[in-house]
């Protein structure tokens, strides 16, 4: 059994969702693992990972509206140091996820037609965020 492990980094612009799924084939190209699992983990509390649709651009922003509703910038929040998009950026991805696994098949992610692997940024400005590729197989 073979493993690899890297960390990637990008820079998100600000609120909203950032494919990064070529990203992460790149590190299983690298590899050399043909068969076996991809363990992606994002290094922080106000940001997500998450499997989403990549070809109709109208499903994350829906989603960031439904999250906005869900956990809205406001002034209802005790947690406040970093500003007002701190707090509702905690909640945002307390309920969604820091980690994904996903299939590796004959080299490559086993990603669903329509599925993307996105970084979710839920604070305002822009952020460096950093994320643990743990790829393990044959």
Known sequence: ??????????????????????????????SGITVGICTIFIRHTSASLVIQENADN????????????????CDKYQHTDEGP???P??????????????????GKLALGRWQGVFVWEHRGMSHKREMILHIVGE
């Open 1 to 30: 059994m073979l493993q690899f492990q890297t960390t990637i980094h990008i820079h998100t612009e600000s609120y909203g969702m950032h494919n990064i799924s070529a990203i992460v084939q790149d590190a299983v190209s690298k």
């Open 58 to 73: 109208s499903v994350c922003e829906d989603l960031k509206s439904f999250m906005n509703q869900l956990a809205p910038q």
């Open 85 to 87: 998009d701190d707090m």
């Open 89 to 106: 950026s905690h909640i945002r991805s307390a309920v969604t996820r820091t980690s994904e696994c996903i299939p590796v098949c004959g």
